[in-house]
């Protein structure tokens, strides 16, 4: 009996460690709220931020964890925007709902598209994502009567919770709604990533016919996370055009799945905190060059690319792993 109460506990799996919460990862949120007192005059950038974040996690969950190569991501975030874009001017304003709605509609064409190329691999799955965002590119385009095309289409939407009116600057309220989401939703991808199923997701990365001849369903694994990675794209797309009140075909656009993409690479692939770094580094560089040179001219993507050159060259993987190897060198010194 006693030997039984003395014997120590079992280990526990490493899962389960895994998913632990470190203290370390605190840190975004707390500066996330220590941007919105410190530098009032920024909080558009910061939700726009934060709106990018979401998406580039919603990203990682294809290129980071399960090894799908996408050029057309967008399609999922351009689908989101759209339809709580068109909710709204029909007179559906109320933005949660709005983003549910979001969700399931990029969820269906996740679904519909991924049980199709995902069959395929390599480039031709590239040729053919990016296919798919040029045609609802296009799309949106020629049906300007319902879109607004290129001129957009301007909406306003109901207080959240009927109380909170939609608000960029003085209360905050477009931040707080979109910090909120991110973080409901990264709590989710943080318990995919860390799950048997996110175990099973980096298996089909490192070996997808390993993981199938030991009996893995890979195909329906695959169009699964899918399908769940077009749910929040979609929903990134909800909150970007909600905080801005007005849509255009920019969401569709070929180029913002280049930019996500250099988001995630910039920050770290396969990191859960690698979209944060990726995407804020983008943006600030993207908004201080402007600045700087005092003018709208994308000037600032060659700076873009000598950053992501130096990070495919010296920090393979990404900003992240930089500060990461700076912690473990300061660690080491202290010891």
Not at 103 to 131: K, P, Y
Request: aromatic residues 12%; hydrophobic residues 55%; contains cysteine.
């Amino acid at each position: 009996m006693l030997q039984a109460i003395a014997a120590p506990t079992e280990p526990l799996h490493p899962l389960l460690r895994a998913h632990r919460f470190r203290l370390y990862e605190a840190l975004p949120w707390l500066l996330a709220i220590a941007v919105f007192f410190v530098f009032p005059g920024y909080r558009l950038l910061a939700t726009q931020i934060l709106c990018m974040i979401l998406f580039a996690l919603s990203l990682d969950l294809l290129v980071g964890y399960t090894g799908i190569a996408t050029l057309g991501h967008t399609a999922f975030f351009g689908t989101g925007a759209y339809v709580a874009a068109l909710l709204a001017v029909n007179g559906w304003a109320e933005p949660l709902s709005g983003l549910l709605f979001a969700a399931l509609s990029a969820a269906l064409l996740g679904g519909l598209s991924g049980w199709v190329v995902l069959r395929t691999h390599g480039l031709t799955l590239l040729m053919l994502t990016m296919a798919l965002t040029i045609m609802l590119h296009e799309l949106a385009n020629d049906f300007d009567d319902i879109t607004g095309g290129f001129d957009g289409i301007n909406f306003e939407n109901t207080p959240i919770f009927t109380l909170f009116e939609f608000d960029p600057i003085w209360f905050g309220v477009n931040y707080w709604y979109v910090l909120a989401v991110l973080f409901v939703l990264f709590l989710l991808i943080r318990t995919i990533v860390y799950s048997p199923f996110g175990r099973m997701l980096i298996g089909i990365r490192e070996n997808s016919r390993r993981m199938h001849a030991i009996g893995t369903p890979v195909h329906r694994r695959m169009v699964a996370i899918y399908v769940i990675s077009s749910a929040i794209a979609g929903v990134a797309g909800a909150l970007w055009v909600q905080v801005q009140g007005n849509i255009t075909t920019a969401v569709l656009s070929f180029e913002l799945s280049g930019e996500v993409l250099i988001m995630l690479i910039l920050g770290g692939t396969g990191r859960l905190y690698g979209a944060f770094v990726g995407a804020t580094a983008f943006k600030l560089l993207e908004n201080s060059t402007e600045q700087i040179l005092g003018t709208d001219q994308p000037y600032w993507m060659l700076a873009i690319g000598l950053l992501l050159v130096l990070t495919v060259l010296f920090a393979r993987r990404g900003l992240l792993g930089l500060f990461e190897d700076a912690a473990a060198l300061f660690q080491r010194e202290r010891l």
